[in-house]
């Protein structure tokens, strides 16, 4: 797949893993961490008064270090605004009052679910976003992958990138998907077995019935993790789930591309999902898995749950569920920070399916889980020390996030296990690592 949509937007017939090719861009993403950056490499490189390639191709969405008082990250968001008015960027997702983010309207959140969200991500497409994380839109059946600042400047001037082509692993996940199973398990479960340098610069192709009963949610999570393997990119092939999704939120044209019947991958995995555990990647690499039921004996201090990888509606509906199922309290502090705007009204308005006509929220609150946060990435990636959440401390926390690298959540002496959020509101209800199997 990678290497058809590759060959499509270099004008060549066909393109080989290893070979350099000039690639059109259809998206270029930032945020308010690299964007100020990368639009001085632009000006410096291309002139003052130079006009980027395509001031609708470009997508400017502030969501890491947003509700802080830090003058330095505010200063941020203040650049890309006065950037978007020189540039005239049609899509610059904007914040001016901190104080209560429903105040405005134009404000999404996470950028990797809100580029999903509007519309962004679309089948057979070229994005580059200045996000490792920008590959969660392979779940699109789109090449996505994060640059750094100064390809994403030369982006900005051309419209085109230098990029060699990856050769690609095929990963077919057959079997019907054990309840108690969600697609952070299959991911964590693959990063485990392949270790995180195992698809250093390679994409990683998805396929298989457990992948096509997927929703678009699902297909997110496994992509989302596939930089953690060292991954270029990931791609699930699209269909009627991807089509659906995607013409629900925009009337652009899109072209879908699928991988040749006698297609070559440099590696060929199979698992069937239906003998699989719940696993978590203990501290201190997304690699490092363990069965959830192996590590019942750790303590925890702490649970989260957010974040491009697991802070989607989806994401929340099923802690959700588990915590109704269970009953009782939460016997830790367990934080929600929703992904965007429109996950946090979802949290709030949207029963939960077999939760009595109940909402994630209500079933929240009822659990004594802390209030839903403002959307962002808060502290999965640390932040300012005023960060929501952030570990401050050398606490032991259960997380949806990505990584759990140290200091990446706050607290360098901080331990961090990466779960599912079945595990998540398993462990937040007993205050240890916990099979969610034990509440089903």
């Not at 199973?181 to 192709?205: C, F, N, P, Q, R």
Request: aromatic letters at 10%; charged letters at 20%; hydrophobic letters at 35%.
């Amino acid at each position: 797949m990678t290497e058809k949509i590759l060959a499509k937007h270099s004008n060549n017939a066909s393109v080989a893993p290893g070979q350099n090719i000039w690639t059109d861009v259809d998206k270029l993403l930032t945020h308010d961490v690299c964007g100020p950056g990368t639009f001085g490499i632009f000006q410096k490189e291309f002139g003052e008064n130079a006009d980027v390639w395509d001031n609708e191709k470009v997508v400017i969405i502030p969501d890491h270090y947003i509700f802080t008082a830090d003058q330095r990250a505010n200063r941020n968001v203040d650049i890309l605004r006065d950037i978007s008015k020189q540039y005239n960027i049609k899509y610059f997702y904007d914040i001016t009052d901190r104080s209560d983010f429903r105040a405005n309207p134009n404000y999404k959140g996470v950028c990797h679910i809100a580029m999903a969200e509007e519309g962004h991500c679309k089948p057979g497409e070229v994005l580059f976003g200045t996000d490792s994380h920008t590959c969660n839109a392979g779940a699109f059946g789109q090449f996505a992958t994060g640059v750094g600042n100064t390809d994403a400047g030369f982006i900005l001037g051309t419209g085109k990138l230098l990029i060699k082509v990856p050769p690609t692993m095929r990963f077919c996940l057959d079997g019907e998907m054990p309840p108690y199973l969600l697609a952070k398990d299959l991911i964590l479960h693959i990063i485990g077995e392949i270790t995180v340098s195992g698809g250093t610069y390679k994409a990683m192709e998805f396929t298989g019935s457990a992948i096509e009963n997927m929703s678009m949610e699902e297909r997110m999570t496994v992509c989302n993790m596939v930089v953690e393997a060292g991954g270029k990119n990931g791609l699930c092939p699209p269909d009627q789930t991807t089509f659906d999704y995607v013409t629900a939120r925009t009337s652009d044209p899109f072209e879908p591309v699928y991988a040749d019947a006698g297609a070559n991958y440099i590696a060929d995995y199979r698992f069937d999902v239906s003998k699989l555990e719940p696993v978590v990647a203990a501290p201190h690499s997304p690699d490092n898995r363990k069965l959830a039921r192996e590590c019942s004996d750790v303590k925890i201090d702490r649970v989260y749950i957010g974040s491009c990888t697991g802070g989607k509606t989806e994401d929340f509906q099923a802690a959700a569920k588990l915590l109704h199922k269970a009953g009782g309290q939460v016997k830790v502090p367990t934080y929600l920070v929703p992904a965007t705007q429109k996950v946090w009204g979802d949290v709030y308005t949207l029963p939960v399916p077999g939760c009595d006509g109940k909402t994630a929220a209500q079933i929240f609150e009822e659990a004594g889980c802390v209030t839903p946060a403002s959307p962002s990435c808060a502290a999965c990636l640390g932040g300012p020390q005023d960060t929501f959440a952030r570990m401050n401390k050398p606490e032991v926390c259960v997380s949806t996030t990505n990584r759990n690298f140290p200091g990446r959540m706050g607290h360098k002496e901080g331990q961090v296990y990466l779960a599912s959020p079945y595990t998540a509101a398993a462990s937040a209800l007993t205050g240890f690592v916990t099979d969610p199997r034990d509440f089903f």
